[in-house]
């Protein structure tokens, strides 16, 4: 504790830790709440492109560390829709920075709508390294890693796509993966429309 030249350097390996911890616990806490329908729905109409504007904005300073380019499809500004929208929040700045945890540097991730009947389909779309086809029926497990090493290394609890598929679902919607290695990956979910 004494010697000036370590103890700095201790204490904020140990605050790291600490908060990694923290993270962990508020994950399981929301997963448990999730799979045990604990959880209220505050649903209400927004606009979602509003929305996923400021998601970005939060997660931009991230993006630029590896200069990745995020982006929202322009043809849309007005995308009205029912749900819960600090829940939605929470699945797009999970999927978002997945994108960048994942993508590659000089990378791109772009989000767009699409109007389906009664839903909105939404896709964040990255031209990261991509998922083998072995890892996709299991991607939404809680704790499951694809890479193992580099999770660990970003800090992910390993919960964070199985709180967002837990989400969607209990607004009665579904959430898709598609991947290919060396191409990126695709995440699609669907939001009522308002």
Avoid: C, W
Avoid at 49 to 71: D, R, T
Avoid at 130 to 151: C, M, N, Q, T, W
Avoid at 178 to 186: F, K
């Amino acid at each position: 504790l004494e010697d000036k030249t370590i103890n700095r350097s201790f204490l904020q390996k140990a605050e790291k830790s600490l908060n990694r911890m923290i993270e962990m616990v508020d994950d399981l806490d929301e997963i448990a709440k999730l799979e045990s329908n604990r959880i209220e729905l505050n649903i209400q109409t927004f606009n979602l492109a509003n929305l996923i504007k400021e998601v970005i904005e939060a997660v931009e300073y991230k993006a630029k560390k590896k200069n990745i380019k995020l982006s929202i499809s322009k043809e849309t500004s007005n995308v009205m829709v029912k749900a819960d929208a600090s829940k939605i929040t929470q699945v797009l700045t999970n999927l978002l920075m997945n994108s960048i945890n994942y993508g590659q540097h000089d990378g791109k991730t772009s989000i767009r709508f699409y109007d389906l009947a009664e839903n909105i389909l939404v896709e964040v779309k990255d031209n990261g390294k991509g998922i083998a086809e072995e890892h996709l029926p299991r991607l939404f497990e809680r704790f499951y890693r694809v890479d193992k090493g580099r999770s660990r290394a970003d800090g992910g609890s390993g919960l964070g796509l199985a709180i967002v598929k837990h989400i969607i679902e209990a607004h009665h919607q579904t959430i898709n993966v598609r991947s290919t290695p060396g191409n990126g990956s695709t995440f699609s979910f669907t939001l009522k429309k308002a």
